[in-house]
């Protein structure tokens, strides 16, 4: 089973800065099937990018990611007051589809 | 439009069983996975399992093999999720979300909310 670890824990930013986000896995994730995805309190999570790298459908251009092999990393250019929330990574090369233990984004 | 419309809240008891349901609408069914996603409360997403319809192939995370079973009704466009025996320690929030063709879960539903209590 791979293992996602996310850090940090907690980034605590203002609007308008960047956010750099990291996922590491324990092995190798095949082909960069890797996502990652926002969540909100009360909702459901919504992806954001998947292929390590690839934007979804609607998913603002501030959002990127990055990385292959073990070193997966997602970035807000410019955080807007909405982009406060939770952030999962999950690969989906190998079973079992491990998501990482999330890392929060909150307003300092 | 794509649609992943779950049933309602449930409060059990330890022991009782139950099934809960994940209605698809607006693709073709068969053709994707459809996974399953525990959330405890104030927890992080853990990956319980995935199939797929088209040819019933499932797969669990070792963490949930034995403990639940998923299945699909490909008539009905419906992925099911369920238990023979519920534990305190099943209380949590279930999505289910469909697994894209390039990769990530893109769609999901609202959640179905389990607690079981005594």
């Known amino acids: 089973e791979i293992v996602l670890t996310q850090s940090p824990g907690t980034l605590s930013l203002s609007p308008g800065e960047r956010a750099t986000l990291s996922c590491r896995a324990s092995q190798s994730v095949d082909s960069n099937y890797l996502a990652w995805y926002q969540q909100k309190p009360g909702q459901a999570p919504r992806l954001l990018i998947y292929?390590?790298?690839t934007r979804a459908t609607g998913i603002p251009d501030r959002f990127s990611g990055s990385g292959s092999g073990t070193d997966f990393t997602l970035t807000i250019s410019r955080l807007e007051p909405e982009d406060f929330a939770l952030y999962y990574c999950q690969q989906y090369g190998s079973s079992p589809w491990t998501f990482g233990q999330g890392t929060k984004v909150e307003i300092k | 439009e794509v649609q992943l419309v779950q049933s309602g809240a449930e409060v059990k008891k330890p022991g009782e069983s139950l099934k809960m349901s994940c209605k698809t609408s607006g693709y073709r069914f068969p053709g994707y996975w459809i996974g399953w996603v525990r959330q405890m409360p104030g927890k992080g997403l853990e990956w319980m399992g995935v199939i797929y319809p088209g040819d019933s192939d499932t797969r669990y995370s070792p963490s949930f093999e034995g403990q639940v079973t998923i299945s699909a009704d490909k008539s009905v466009s419906t992925a099911y999720l369920q238990w023979s025996s519920l534990k305190a320690s099943d209380t949590a929030m279930y999505y289910c979300?469909?697994?894209?063709?390039?990769?990530?879960?893109?769609?999901w539903g609202q959640g179905t909310l389990v607690s079981v209590s005594s």
């Open positions: 292929g390590a790298s």
């Open positions: 979300a469909r697994r894209g063709q390039l990769g990530g879960f893109d769609y």
